[in-house]
């Protein structure tokens, strides 16, 4: 679906995207996740064929973006970061109009926005306009309306910035339920349970480059410990700790409020902590996640 | 028109279908008023411009001005909103839609506006008898490549711009000296030799003499086919600039 080799998007003397290898399968949800500014939704506005390529090859639906982008942007589905919904329609009439850019009839086009009504949740609203919807329901319908020419390629920028728990989990439901249709999905995110919830396979960015690739499972496995010791010491400074957990765990990551302790077996790791006269004032064992994998890589430095 | 465009035309139609009475109503007041201050009352002193009663005279020139003023009128914030703040124009890139089909739909959009004004306001005036020569079929004509001339380019000038302030200048040295003129109220020869060819570069002069020569069934001043060419030279042109700024906008 996306083969790109060495790909390249420069923004004057910036950099934003340093030269990245991709290959997506029909079916995949492929997710792109990293820190604000690493060259995610760059990537994919080069995807969706706004964005010429400095260099590199890119190849979408086995397409060249560069000389066919109306053809392979009407096989795609686009949800953007901002919604760009119609504002003065009506949530039909904006489903209706879309239907109609990628050339569907009439008839066909208000069958489909009755489909996707559903889709969305949104049959009590049809006739509503768009501003005052709330922003799970705008969000709803932007996916929606990225369906409306039962695309190939779905390719959702960030779907869950911005959300209410309880919207998000409805939207990764819809979400997971195009994945069961044999949809390919790609996105991204900083989310790191979304990922974990909707990705077959990621990659991780950071700076315009790649710097990890695999399935959520793997990367937990190559970049992180099975299981993670969280120490909370009260007041006692955390450095100080440290040294006395040498050779506890293979890493130690001081945070400022507590330590996580990288261990194969998080509960062996914790009695060696006791059995060394540590008194943690709080203890919490977990499984490692992918956020875990994710602050490894792309480190704790805040990016704005 | 290619489908993709007509499905962007259809768009501009529903929004339309919002506001259609309120503007049909207006262009049907618009042109009441300004005969009857114009035309009837400064007409009163005025008597004959070149031959004619001065409301016959000025008829075709408000008519042309109105296409004009609608022209450019819809071409700014509008255009210039589906850019920066509705991101509509950002939408329908993501389909199937082109920056020519973009733009062909739009334009034919602002084509119909005019023209429904148009025919409202020939009603109007045909009630009034003061349309003399049935040539004044052919003023919705001329008034549709008017439009198109000056839509195209301020389209273009729209697109390109950053900020909605540059429209004060659009219209405080575009379209306002344009239409006190151009010939609209008063024949251009009135002007100064020097200053007479800022009217000739406006299209709504060669707009203004089309109309006239149709309503008062008389020879423009230059042939029919200069004043048209001119039109299209300007349509043709707004095209293309549009097409660059629009693609500039949209892709990167």
């Avoid at chain 1, 790909?7 to 910036?14: A, C, E, T, Y």
């Avoid at chain 1, 044999?182 to 996105?187: A, K």
């Avoid at chain 1, 991204?188 to 991780?204: K, S």
Wanted: aromatic fraction near 8%; hydrophobic fraction near 50%; glycine fraction near 8%.
């Amino acid at each position: 679906m996306i083969h790109a080799r060495g790909l390249v998007k420069r923004f004057g003397d910036f950099t934003a995207v340093a030269g990245i290898d991709l290959d997506v399968a029909p079916g995949e949800a492929f997710g792109f996740l990293g820190p604000n500014g690493a060259g995610k939704s760059s990537t994919m506005r080069m995807i969706s064929c706004v964005s010429m390529p400095s260099a590199g090859e890119l190849r979408i639906l086995g397409m060249d973006p560069v000389r066919q982008g109306p053809a392979i942007r009407a096989r795609l589905g686009v949800c953007p970061q901002l919604d760009n919904l119609d504002p003065d329609l009506t949530v039909r009439e904006n489903l209706t109009t879309y239907a109609r850019y990628f050339g569907l009839s009439r008839a066909q086009a208000r069958e489909r926005a009755e489909e996707l009504l559903d889709f969305a949740q949104l049959r009590e609203k049809a006739g509503s306009r768009v501003e005052p919807l709330s922003g799970g329901m705008k969000r709803r319908l932007t996916i929606a309306r990225a369906m409306v020419n039962d695309p190939d390629l779905v390719l959702l920028d960030e779907p869950t910035t911005g959300l209410d728990p309880q919207a998000r989990h409805l939207l990764w439901e819809r979400l997971f339920r195009l994945k069961q249709r044999g949809v390919t999905l790609v996105l991204t995110t900083h989310y790191m349970d979304e990922a974990e919830q909707l990705c077959d396979r990621l990659v991780v960015m950071d700076g315009g480059r790649i710097v990890a690739e695999g399935s959520p499972r793997s990367l937990i496995e190559r970049y992180s410990s099975a299981e993670v010791v969280e120490l909370r010491f009260g007041d006692r400074v955390l450095r100080e700790v440290v040294p006395e957990l040498e050779g506890v765990a293979d890493r130690v990551d001081v945070l400022p409020d507590r330590i996580l302790v990288y261990a194969k077996d998080g509960d062996g790791a914790l009695s060696e902590v006791h059995r060394r006269g540590l008194a943690p004032s709080s203890v919490l064992v977990r499984r490692s996640s992918l956020e875990d994998v994710f602050l490894h890589l792309t480190g704790r430095t805040l990016v704005d | 028109m290619a489908r993709p465009a007509v499905a962007v035309l259809e768009r501009h139609l529903t929004l339309y279908k919002r506001l259609w009475r309120a503007s049909v109503f207006s262009s049907f007041v618009l042109p009441v008023l300004f005969l009857a201050s114009i035309g009837l009352g400064v007409g009163g002193y005025v008597g004959e411009v070149g031959g004619v009663p001065y409301v016959e005279w000025i008829v075709p020139g408000v008519l042309a001005s109105t296409a004009f003023q609608m022209a450019v009128g819809e071409c700014t914030y509008s255009v210039l909103g589906e850019f920066k703040w509705s991101r509509q124009a950002h939408a329908m890139y993501a389909t199937r839609v082109s920056v020519p089909d973009m733009i062909a739909g739009w334009l034919a959009y602002v084509v119909l506006r005019v023209e429904v004004a148009v025919v409202v306001f020939l009603a109007v005036v045909a009630a009034f008898g003061v349309l003399g020569s049935a040539w004044a079929v052919l003023t919705p004509l001329v008034a549709a490549l008017l439009a198109l001339s000056v839509a195209a380019p301020v389209t273009a000038f729209s697109a390109s711009i950053d900020h909605d302030s540059y429209f004060a200048l659009l219209f405080r040295f575009v379209m306002i000296p344009s239409t006190l003129f151009a010939g609209v109220f008063f024949p251009v020869e009135q002007l100064p030799l020097l200053v007479r060819p800022l009217a000739y570069v406006s299209p709504l002069w060669h707009g203004v003499e089309l109309c006239r020569a149709a309503t008062l069934g008389v020879a423009p001043p230059w042939p029919v086919w200069a004043h048209a060419g001119y039109l299209v030279v300007f349509a043709v042109a707004g095209v293309a600039w549009a097409r660059v700024a629009f693609a500039r906008r949209l892709r990167d």
